[in-house]
């Protein structure tokens, strides 16, 4: 049983990237060599078990391997009761979130996911930090149960860039919220030497430095953490001296550039200024270890995409060691065509921060603990 991460990005019905799918069939294959009868696992978006969608399942999935294979593919609806019975291909349960009691990580399942097979491998690096009865719960309750070569070979090259990085050490920490990256902007201000913050996040450090940011995303209660790390001697983080405002979001709005003090109360921060995006393309020039996750403006909306563009290409220019994680973060890649010169593109954004701010992740904790029992 191989529990994959085939989270794949979809619009109307239709796989955008399958990118996650090519990536785990080497495992597919290495379990098959091996003499195994394939079950896949893996959830698809996050569904409300209680009011199912057909957008939910993870059907266009099984069609997408059975092209890149070649082989034939069982899609298993009712897998939890039971299973086909099959000599060849690969089986390919429905999204295991379907059931109210993988998030829950409920007992009862997570003991029925383990009858179902013999040796459990865990291949969903992206959902390896979550506490769910298929990355987690089922194994304390298989017979067998390892790590696959997509997890080993993430945690390998996270560790190896995480254990001695060369210096100056610079994290570029984007996106809408600071609650849901706290944690990790806490734990790179004790072993970075910059971090520079964009998107929202920054809205939130701005307010933190007494800026009034007008009619912007802001966390107010965050605040006061984002304080305690401006206010800390550890890494330096430069705030925006300028800023791309507009009254409302849209791709007609009228972007405007000014300086911090400047913004008025209607006003909108939805990308970095140019004067800033110097600034910090000089931090970034300096790095010789940058970690990235998030993009730092309104990316999506050429007027607001400024600030992202200038330091993704400041990023691929730089020849210091480089790792970026983050779906948000490899379609910045994607857009401004320089994903060849990251040196790492981790296939996880959650899994990527947790392991970067913890050092390991919950179903590592569940697979050591198998190991030594
Ligand atoms: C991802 O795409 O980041 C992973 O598959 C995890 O998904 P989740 O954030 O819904 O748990
Ligand atoms: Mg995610």
């Known amino acids: 049983m191989l529990r994959l991460d085939f989270n794949v990005p979809m619009e109307n019905g239709q796989i955008t990237s399958n990118a996650r799918i090519k990536a785990a069939i080497p495992?597919?294959?290495?379990?098959?060599?091996?003499?195994?009868?394939?079950?896949?696992l893996s959830h698809l978006g996050r569904p409300d078990p209680k009011a199912l969608k057909?957008?939910?399942?993870?059907?266009?999935?099984?069609?997408?391997?059975?092209?890149?294979?070649?082989?034939?593919?069982?899609?298993?609806?009712?897998?939890?009761?039971?299973?086909?019975?099959?000599?060849?291909?690969?089986?390919?349960?429905?999204?295991?979130?379907?059931?109210?009691?993988?998030?829950?990580?409920?007992?009862?399942?997570?003991?029925?996911i383990a009858s179902l097979c013999d040796v459990y491998v865990m291949d969903a690096f992206g959902a390896a930090h979550r506490k769910h009865a298929t990355t987690y719960g089922v194994i304390t309750f298989?017979?067998?149960?390892?790590?696959?070569?997509?997890?080993?070979?993430?945690?390998?090259?996270?560790?190896?860039?995480?254990?001695?990085?060369?210096?100056?050490?610079?994290?570029?920490?984007?996106?809408?919220?600071?609650?849901?990256k706290?944690?990790?902007?806490?734990?790179?201000?004790?072993?970075?030497?910059?971090?520079?913050?964009?998107?929202?996040?920054?809205?939130?450090?701005?307010?933190?430095?007494?800026?009034?940011?007008?009619?912007?995303?802001?966390?107010?209660?965050?605040?006061?953490?984002?304080?305690?790390?401006?206010?800390?001697?550890?890494?330096?983080?430069?705030?925006?001296?300028?800023?791309?405002?507009a009254k409302e979001l849209s791709q007609e709005s009228k972007a405007v550039r000014k300086s911090i003090v400047d913004i008025e109360m209607d006003d909108q921060v939805f990308d970095i200024g140019p004067k800033t995006a110097q600034a910090y393309k000089s931090i970034i020039d300096s790095a010789r270890t940058i970690i990235w996750n998030g993009p730092l403006g309104v990316f999506e909306i050429d007027q607001f995409s400024r600030g992202t563009q200038v330091l993704a290409l400041a990023v691929a220019e730089n020849n210091s060691y480089t790792l970026v994680g983050?779906?948000?973060?490899?379609?910045?890649?994607?857009?401004?065509?320089?994903?060849?010169?990251?040196?790492?593109?981790?296939?996880?954004?959650?899994?990527?921060?947790?392991?970067i701010k913890s050092g390991t992740l919950l179903s590592l904790e569940a697979l050591s603990s198998h190991a030594k029992n």
Not at 27 to 40: H, K, N, S, W
Not at 337 to 355: Q, T
Request: hydrophobic share 40%; net charge negative; charged share 15%.
């Open 27 to 40: 495992t597919i294959m290495a379990a098959q060599e091996q003499g195994g009868r394939v079950i896949v």
């Open 142 to 180: 298989v017979q067998t149960a390892c790590a696959g070569p997509l997890l080993k070979s993430e945690i390998g090259s996270l560790s190896k860039a995480m254990q001695a990085p060369e210096r100056p050490l610079v994290a570029i920490i984007g996106g809408a919220k600071v609650s849901s």
């Open 182 to 245: 706290l944690g990790v902007i806490e734990t790179l201000a004790g072993i970075c030497d910059h971090i520079i913050v964009g998107g929202g996040i920054a809205n939130t450090f701005l307010a933190a430095a007494g800026i009034e940011t007008g009619n912007s995303l802001i966390e107010q209660n965050m605040v006061e953490a984002a304080k305690k790390i401006l206010e800390s001697n550890k890494a330096s983080v430069p705030l925006p001296s300028d800023v791309t405002v």
């Open 326 to 355: 983050g779906g948000d973060t490899v379609a910045v890649l994607e857009k401004y065509g320089i994903k060849d010169s990251i040196d790492y593109i981790s296939s996880g954004g959650g899994a990527f921060l947790e392991f």
């Open 54 to 112: 057909a957008s939910d399942s993870l059907q266009p999935v099984a069609e997408q391997l059975a092209q890149l294979t070649g082989q034939q593919v069982h899609f298993a609806s009712n897998w939890v009761e039971s299973l086909p019975d099959i000599d060849n291909g690969i089986v390919v349960c429905e999204n295991v979130r379907f059931h109210e009691g993988e998030t829950s990580n409920s007992e009862t399942l997570s003991k029925q």
